[in-house]
């Protein structure tokens, strides 16, 4: 089994995107690193919008890399975007995805202690960033969304550092369970509950799961 390491990391800043020119940190570029991860997210790298991103819960971004292959031969007119960093995470992942990471698992990263804690929801920007509407829904549809973590412990982080799991309080809950649940099927008030108190989930995801279980 491979082991899960971090393939390179990646900063942006915030600038115009797109014929618009929407102001958006979504263009990444790769930094050698060492890099400081702290609790607002990795040094150097920006949001644009921080009712929509950034937060706690939304600190670092994390991407399975193994997943380009699959958006390039679906997607080979953005088969040149399709890299590491490309679709604006900060860490681009080997050896783990959504079927292998649980919600609420903590990873140990060089010295830092990171939480994955929620899935990513594509915006417009996304179709901006590559010229192409359809990849929202794509991203949707594919269950490859990538997880944002939470910083438990600032640290520093290096490319080629190990993912190595450090706990995890929900064994039953991998990402792609969650992904299901939230973006492809009804979500029964058994599993509404569970989410609600869900150890390490986001917490407006706990609180859209109390909010369902009081309209059924």
């Known amino acids: 089994m491979t082991k899960a390491a971090i393939l390179s990391i990646h900063t942006g800043r915030a600038a115009p995107l797109g014929p618009d020119r929407v102001q958006s940190a979504f263009v990444k570029h790769a930094v050698a690193g060492p890099v400081k991860v702290t609790f607002s997210g990795v040094q150097g790298d920006e949001q644009a919008d921080l009712s929509v991103h950034g937060g706690p819960d939304k600190a670092v971004y994390g991407y399975a890399a193994g997943h380009y292959a699959a958006w390039r031969a679906e997607f080979p007119g953005n088969a040149a975007l399709f890299v590491p960093g490309g679709v604006g995470e900060n860490l681009a992942i080997s050896g783990l995805d959504e079927s292998m990471i649980h919600v609420g698992d903590v990873h140990a990263i060089g010295t830092a202690l990171l939480q994955a804690c929620q899935p990513r929801q ?95």
């Open 122 to 216: 594509p915006c417009f920007k996304f179709a901006l960033r590559f010229d192409n509407n359809r990849l929202p829904k794509a991203m949707v549809r594919s269950g490859r969304s990538g997880w944002y973590y939470r910083v438990l412990q600032e640290g520093i982080i290096t490319p080629g550092d190990a993912v190595k799991l450090h706990d995890r309080p929900n064994p039953d809950f991998p990402f792609s369970r969650l992904v299901a649940l939230i973006y492809h099927g009804e979500v029964k008030a058994g599993e509404l509950e569970r989410m609600a108190e869900m150890s390490g989930l986001a917490a407006q995801w706990q609180q859209h799961a109390r909010e369902s279980l009081e309209k059924k």
